[in-house]
C-alpha cells in the first residue's frame, strides 16, 4: 500500500517525503494543537480564570475577568497595535513589558506571589499572596471577612466590634478573646504593626495615613449598602475582599445566595399594585432619630413615604418635621436602634401619634441598617417585613424558622437571629 501511494503520488508530481520530515511535521502539528488547546482551557476554564472583582492590573482590557485575553491585549499593546490601559500593567512596575504577561499568566492561574489592585476608595495597593493575617478595622470589615470563611485569619478586633453585638461576632465568640487594635477613626497603630498582619481592611476610614505610619497594605472597602440605588455596590465590596483573601468562589456564592433569597420575596411583591403597597416611615438611621431610604422596605412591598423627599434634597438621611410626616400619615412605622425603641418613638418625634401607624399598634422594630447592618441581614429583614406588611400573601411564611436558616447558612450557627436580638435588646414582632 505504501509503495502504491508513493508511485501515486509521483505521478501528480507531489514529492516524496522523507520519513525525518514527515514526524517533524507531525510534531509541529501536535504542538499547535495542544498550545491551542492550553489556550482555550485558560481562556474558558473557570478554574483558570479571575472573575468576580474587575479592577485587578493584569485586567489588561477592563472586562469583567481577568482570562488570556487579557494577555493578549498585553502583548498587542506592546505590539502598538492596541492602546495602553492602567491594568495592562499588571506588576505595577510603571511600564508595559512581558512581565505583565507573565504575572497576568500567574494570577490566571492563582500563582502569584502579589496581586496589585484599586479598592473602594480607588486606591492602587499591592498586596502578597496568599494572606494569612488580617486586621479589619470596624464592624463592616470584620464582617465581610468573616462571611467570606475567614475568620480564622483575623488576628486583631476593633473596639466596637469587641462589644460583642454583631451576628459575626456572636457566630465566633472567640474573637472577642483577639488584641484590640483601636477603631476606624483611631487605629492603635502600634498594635496593628506588633500583629504583623499581611492586610488592614478599613471601612469609612483614610487608609493612607494608617499605611504610611504601618507599612502595611490597607484595603479600603464600602460594606454592606443598603440604600436600595447602591445596593449592588454591596457586591462590589465584597467581591473586592474576596479576591484579597483568596475567597472568590465564596463571594459568588454568597451573593447568589442573597439575590436567590431576595427573589423569593421580590418574585410576589413586585406583582403587587402600587397603591395596595402600605406606606412606610422608616426611622432607622442614628437609632430612630432619622429616616432614610431602607432597601428591604420596597422589597418587602412597602412605598417609602421619605424616598422622594430625600431624593429631591440630596439627602443620605434626614430627621423630618413632625407635620410632614403627619401629612403623609404612614400606615406602618419600622425602628432601627436598640432597647424598647417602640417605647421611646412618641419621645424621639412628639406629634405622631395622630398617624394611622400609631393609632393601628403598627409600629415594630427592626434590627436597622446602622453601623449594625449585615449583608444576610438584609433578606432577613425583608422576609420580616413582607409578612407584616402582607400577612395574606405570606401566611405560611415562618420568618424566624427561615431567619435562623439564613445565618446557619452563612455564619454555620444554629439560634443566631434570636441570639442578635438578645445581645442587642431587641423587641422583634413575634408570630404564634
Known amino acids: 500500500m505504501r509503495r502504491k501511494e508513493a508511485l501515486r503520488r509521483s505521478a501528480i508530481g507531489i514529492p516524496k517525503q522523507k520519513g525525518g520530515e514527515k514526524k517533524k511535521k507531525m510534531k509541529t502539528k501536535t504542538a499547535i494543537l495542544v498550545g491551542i488547546a492550553i489556550c482555550t482551557i485558560l481562556l474558558t476554564s473557570p478554574a483558570l480564570a479571575s472573575a468576580g472583582y474587575s479592577k485587578i492590573y493584569g485586567n489588561a482590557n477592563e472586562d469583567d475577568v481577568l482570562d488570556m485575553r487579557d494577555v493578549t491585549y498585553i502583548k498587542l499593546v506592546i505590539f502598538g497595535k492596541k492602546p495602553a490601559t492602567t491594568l495592562a500593567d499588571a506588576n505595577y512596575d510603571g511600564k508595559i513589558s512581558m512581565l505583565d504577561v507573565g504575572q497576568t499568566k500567574l494570577i490566571i492561574l492563582g500563582k502569584e506571589k502579589k496581586l496589585t489592585l484599586k479598592d473602594q476608595a480607588d486606591r492602587t495597593v499591592t498586596v502578597p499572596r496568599p494572606i494569612e493575617r488580617v486586621v479589619p478595622l470596624g464592624p463592616p470589615a470584620l464582617r465581610d471577612t468573616v462571611i467570606l470563611g475567614a ?36 487605629p492603635n497603630v502600634e ?220 455564619y454555620g450557627v444554629d439560634d443566631l437571629y434570636n441570639k442578635v436580638q438578645e445581645a442587642r435588646g431587641l423587641e422583634l414582632y413575634r408570630w404564634e
Not at 168 to 179: I, N, R, S, Y
Not at 246 to 258: C, N, P, T
Not at 322 to 345: C, H, M, R, T, Y
Request: charged fraction near 25%; glycine fraction near 8%; aromatic fraction near 8%.
Open 151 to 186: 475568620a480564622d485569619k483575623v488576628v486583631g478586633i476593633d473596639i466596637h466590634s469587641v462589644r460583642g453585638r454583631h451576628f459575626c461576632v456572636q457566630a465566633h465568640p472567640e474573637l472577642m478573646d483577639l488584641p484590640t487594635v483601636g477603631s476606624h477613626r483611631e
Open 191 to 410: 498594635a496593628i504593626v506588633n500583629l504583623k498582619p499581611d492586610v488592614v481592611f478599613v471601612f469609612h476610614a483614610a487608609a493612607d495615613p494608617i499605611q504610611e505610619q504601618t507599612g502595611i497594605p490597607v484595603v479600603s472597602l464600602s460594606g454592606v449598602r443598603s440604600d436600595i440605588r447602591e445596593f449592588s455596590k454591596t457586591y462590589v465590596s465584597l467581591r473586592l475582599a474576596g479576591k484579597v483573601l483568596g475567597k472568590e468562589d465564596r463571594a459568588e456564592w454568597l451573593i447568589s445566595y442573597v439575590e436567590g433569597k431576595l427573589d423569593r420575596i421580590r418574585k410576589i411583591t413586585d406583582e403587587i399594585p402600587e397603591e395596595e403597597k402600605p406606606k412606610v416611615y422608616a426611622l432607622v438611621a442614628y437609632g430612630i432619630k432619622d429616616t432614610r431610604i431602607y432597601a428591604p422596605v420596597e422589597w418587602a412591598g412597602g412605598r417609602n413615604v421619605a424616598k422622594e423627599y430625600l431624593i429631591s434634597h440630596g439627602l443620605y438621611s434626614a430627621q423630618i418635621n413632625p407635620e410632614q410626616v403627619i401629612a403623609w400619615n404612614p400606615d406602618v412605622i419600622f425602628l432601627g436602634g436598640s432597647g424598647k425603641a417602640v417605647a421611646k418613638l412618641l419621645e424621639v418625634h412628639p406629634g405622631l401619634e395622630v398617624t394611622k401607624a400609631v393609632k393601628e399598634g403598627k409600629v415594630y422594630q427592626i434590627f436597622g441598617p446602622y453601623v449594625c447592618w449585615d449583608l444576610i441581614q438584609m433578606p432577613v429583614e425583608t422576609y420580616y417585613m413582607a409578612k407584616l406588611l402582607h400577612p395574606d400573601r405570606f401566611q405560611d411564611l415562618d420568618v424566624e424558622k427561615e431567619a435562623n436558616r439564613m445565618f446557619k447558612e452563612v
